[in-house]
């Protein structure tokens, strides 16, 4: 059983500061990984892909991806209360068949940014 | 604009009963999946397809179907509803396989 944990908070972070939400996976077949952003009663939205080690930036965020750890995080800098969500963690083993291919999702951290 | 949206967005019903949600992409992507959403499990797969006359099972397909004959809608059916089939609903599609997947609005069923 493919398994995406995630620490389900509630994390809270000052205006401004960086918020460091972590994820981590027990397939080492995982090979493409996704953060989502969900605002309460409303659909994920994606916001990051990370496909390889290291670091991806886009703007304010900034995935993190370690294969041999099996963790793969999500920096936010200068948080604003407008990024106050829950962030989802993603996996999916590129290399099965069947569902077990298909996107496994944690069951998300609660970010809330005090203004 | 393409986009993905889900009809209806809130539905009560009562046990027994025939439910079917309907989900219409015009992205043309091939692939479309079904997820419900409950507290404490996150998102899970129900069913998933790869193209057209293509479905399979995911996660937790036990009392759902979907048929594919058309590349744009995936429509998701629960046979006898269930109170346990109380959730959100969400469809989603993506390009290819193993890209990332983009979600419909959701539909909120409640199984009375």
């Known amino acids: 059983q493919k398994e995406v944990e995630q620490n389900s908070g509630p994390l809270s972070v000052p205006e401004g500061a960086i918020a460091s939400l972590n994820c981590t996976y027990s397939d080492r077949g995982s090979q493409s990984f996704f953060w989502y952003r969900q605002y309460s009663g409303k659909s994920p939205e994606l916001i990051m892909s990370i496909y390889s080690n290291g670091d991806k930036e886009d703007g304010r965020f900034t995935a993190q991806l370690n294969k041999a750890s099996q963790y793969v995080s999500l920096l936010i800098r200068d948080s604003q209360p407008s990024d106050s969500a829950t962030y989802l963690c993603a996996v999916r083993a590129t290399f099965l068949a069947g569902s077990a291919r298909q996107l496994t999702f944690g069951s998300g951290t609660q970010l809330t940014v005090l203004p | 604009d393409a986009e993905i949206t889900q009809s209806p967005r809130h539905k009560i019903t009562e046990t027994g009963r025939q439910v079917t949600l309907a989900c219409h992409q015009t992205?043309?992507?091939?692939?479309m999946f079904w997820y419900r959403q409950d507290l404490g499990h996150g998102l899970r797969l129900i069913h998933y397809?790869?193209?057209?006359?293509?479905?399979n099972k995911g996660e937790v397909s036990d009392g759902y179907s979907v048929s594919r004959s058309n590349t744009e809608d995936l429509p998701l059916t629960l046979e006898s509803a269930a109170s346990s089939q109380t959730s959100v609903y969400f469809c989603?599609?993506?390009?290819?396989?193993?890209?990332?997947?983009?979600f419909g609005q959701g539909t909120r069923l409640t199984v009375v």
């Open positions: 397809s790869y193209g057209v006359q293509d479905t």
């Open positions: 992205w043309n992507h091939n692939n």
């Open positions: 989603a599609s993506s390009e290819n396989k193993d890209t990332e997947a983009f």
